[in-house]
């Protein structure tokens, strides 16, 4: 039988929860990549990251700094051809890759109002 060693998991810090206000989204480098690689939804009241990679043609999908979402607010989009994805669930309801999800990354929010990246590493493949 394989042992498999224990999976670390580790946080890193994103922002403090009111920095986001409801309708909005902040983009976030949480690897220090020089891009934001994911971002922070608040919808509903809400908090929710995903991965900033377009599921039609694996783009970016902001078209400047933190916009990510529909002017009205009630909507994801990305800006590359126009699709809208529900920040909900970030199933893609107009657009070229109808039907597809952004990829939701783990969050969480500590008693201080503090946002953190759950940040699983990459596992080793053992036999
Ligand atoms: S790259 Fe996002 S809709 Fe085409």
């Known amino acids: 039988m394989t042992q498999r060693s224990p999976v670390t998991l580790s946080r890193i810090f994103l922002?403090?929860?009111?920095?986001?206000?409801?309708?909005?989204?902040?983009?976030?480098?949480?690897?220090?990549?020089?891009?934001?690689?994911?971002?922070?939804?608040?919808?509903?009241?809400?908090?929710?990251?995903?991965?900033?990679?377009?599921?039609?043609?694996?783009?970016?999908?902001?078209?400047?700094?933190?916009?990510f979402m529909s002017a009205d607010g009630q909507y994801i989009v990305c800006f590359a051809h126009g699709a809208l994805?529900?920040?909900?669930?970030?199933?893609?309801?107009?657009?070229?890759?109808l039907g597809q999800t952004l990829q939701q990354q783990p969050i969480v929010i500590d008693e201080d109002g503090a946002v953190w990246l759950v940040d699983t590493p990459a596992q080793p493949l053992t036999a």
């Open 15 to 67: 922002c403090q929860q009111d920095m986001i206000v409801d309708g909005s989204a902040r983009g976030f480098d949480p690897h220090a990549e020089g891009r934001d690689t994911l971002f922070v939804v608040r919808w509903r009241g809400v908090l929710r990251a995903w991965l900033n990679r377009c599921p039609h043609m694996d783009v970016a999908m902001q078209y400047r700094k933190d916009r």
């Open 85 to 97: 994805f529900r920040p909900d669930d970030g199933r893609c309801v107009l657009g070229p890759c």
